[in-house]
């Protein structure tokens, strides 16, 4: 039973544009959310976090999104690059520190 | 400062032979975590080291599977015999101890395993 889900398998958009990725939990006990980039042949890299005491957290071009009662979060990239193409992971920390992943979305930004 | 390393890169063997990958954590890291991504689908929780001690092994798939971290540096995550599922990138990952359990995670490249 996934506790972690990302319905959008990939995701194109213009450079410039934003990028909106999303991410489902069923878990109410989750409360820290991360979001991991991820090149080829890479292992993931730490983007982005947000605990559950927040619904916002802004770094840069990157934002992340909590909706504790939706059990939903995203995480917006505006103005997108292309650089910025990647697999995005999305991931719960259990109480135990281990890390809980979402299938991921391939993000593709075109110039 | 160099970060985790995972020796191989990539390993082909044959169903029922026997692989060991190796994981070198960032220095002076406490944590080390090995998790599998198969098949493009998301990337799963192994199992947790704190030092040389086993913290949480819920998620090793069965007793195929073994791992160690003999005076709590390096770790070797062993399968044998291996079978045509086990096949997948294996990905490590250490991260410091103390303070807060959310103690950034650091990934190494991770070992692509190919079993025919």
């Known amino acids: 039973d996934q506790q972690v889900k990302q319905n959008s398998p990939s995701l194109s958009v213009q450079e410039g544009r934003i990028s909106i990725l999303n991410c489902d939990y069923t878990n109410s006990m989750f409360d820290y959310f991360l979001w991991y980039k991820k090149y080829p042949a890479e292992g993931p890299t730490f983007l982005i976090s947000i605990s559950s005491i927040k619904d916002k957290n802004e770094d840069g071009r990157f934002t992340v999104f909590l909706n504790k009662s939706a059990k939903h979060l995203s995480l917006h990239i505006v103005p997108s690059q292309p650089g910025d193409s990647a697999v995005y992971f999305c991931a719960a920390c259990s109480n135990t520190g281990k890390l809980i992943f979402g299938q991921g979305t391939t993000l593709q930004v075109k110039p | 400062e160099a970060g985790v390393t995972q020796f191989p890169s990539h390993s082909v063997i044959e169903k029922g032979q026997t692989v060991t990958l190796r994981c070198d954590p960032i220095s002076g890291h406490d944590n080390l975590y090995w998790y599998r991504r198969v098949m493009g689908k998301e990337i799963k929780f192994l199992l947790h080291f704190v030092k040389e001690s086993k913290q949480d092994e819920s998620g090793m798939p069965n007793n195929r599977f073994l791992a160690e971290r003999t005076g709590g540096t390096y770790s070797t995550l062993k399968v044998q015999p291996a079978e045509l599922e086990d096949s997948g990138v294996y990905f490590c990952?250490?991260?410091?101890?103390?303070?807060?359990?959310?103690?950034?995670?650091?990934f190494g490249p991770g070992t692509r395993l190919t079993v025919l």
């Open positions: 990952a250490s991260s410091q101890e103390g303070g807060t359990i959310y103690n950034e995670q650091f």
